[in-house]
């Protein structure tokens, strides 16, 4: 089964998405719902997606579980919910008994929007990510080069918990790359606990002027430092409009996993998720 981890929805006619504002995203400004990703899929041999969280709202969590529950191509929903809240427990424990609630996979927050850099070491949001571990539901790490310092001290103190970095915590790649990200990155993958989602790159390129030999320096770094084992696909649709086509995408990362070895392909896109998101598919 072909996965593609890391897809989103969104109405911004219906709801609020602080991220979404300045004139060079209008191209995305607009819905983008399951009946739009389908053929998507199809056309590139894409059985099945994760759908992520957009915003801060355990309304919009409660939406894609209602989704998945109804779109039998979403097999998995990484959803939001407040780490600070000292009853999340209870939280996780209701949405999974929604309709769609067994589709609930991993919970995830824009930490790399939280002033402090140092957010996920709180003690009330370590309280937060045991609650989540507790569930057997896997944590995305959205963070930058900043806030990787805490997130590589947060996978360590979690050794139990699965941990996914979004984007391969969004390397600078238009700037030409930096030292800092990539010796952080490398003590980020030392914890055997953490995957890392190769999404989201072309649009840390420069949007208009960007390759598949231009992102393999990332990729091969990453691919050095997790490992084939540890690698997963995500299309970051419709963020990845910006700066190409789904198709776009999906092809310059098999162009740059065809450099690293014959089985990298096949476990990037679909087997390493179904390990870290422990998913109950074929």
């Known amino acids: 089964m072909a996965i593609d981890a890391h897809q989103h929805f969104w109405d911004p006619a219906r709801a609020d998405y602080p991220w979404m504002e300045g004139p060079e995203l209008t191209p995305i400004r607009r819905a983008f719902g399951p009946a739009d990703l389908a053929p998507l899929l199809k056309a590139n041999g894409i059985d099945a997606s994760i759908v992520v969280q957009c915003r801060s709202s355990l309304e919009e969590t409660e939406e894609f579980l209602a989704v998945a529950h109804a779109t039998p191509s979403v097999i998995g929903v990484i959803g939001w919910a407040d780490l600070t809240d000292a009853a999340l427990g209870g939280t996780l424990d209701r949405l999974h008994g929604l309709p769609g609630g067994a589709k609930l996979v991993g919970i995830r927050h824009q930490v790399h929007d939280e002033a402090d850099a140092d957010w996920l070491l709180r003690a009330d949001v370590q309280r937060g990510l045991a609650a989540v571990f507790a569930r057997d539901l896997t944590y995305d790490l959205l963070v930058r080069t900043r806030e990787l310092r805490a997130a590589i001290a947060t996978a360590k103190a979690f050794p139990q918990g699965r941990f996914v970095l979004d984007h391969a915590a969004k390397p600078p790649i238009a ?41 393999f320096p990332f990729v091969q770094h990453v691919a050095n430092c997790f490992g084939e084992d540890r690698l997963i696909f995500g299309s970051d649709w419709p963020v990845c409009l910006l700066a190409g086509s789904y198709g776009d995408i999906k092809s310059a ?24 998101y422990r998913l109950a598919v074929g």
Do not use: H, M
């Not at 800092?180 to 999404?199: F, G, H, P, Q, T």
């Open 175 to 215: 700037d030409g790359g930096s030292a800092e990200w990539s010796d952080r990155i490398a003590s980020l993958a030392a914890c055997d606990n953490v995957w890392c989602k190769v999404s989201g790159l072309a649009t840390e390129a420069k949007w208009t002027d960007w390759d598949a030999e231009r992102l």
């Open 253 to 276: 990362l098999e162009a740059c996993l065809a450099k690293l070895g014959p089985q990298a392909r096949e476990k990037t896109f679909g087997v390493n998720a179904k390990r870290a």
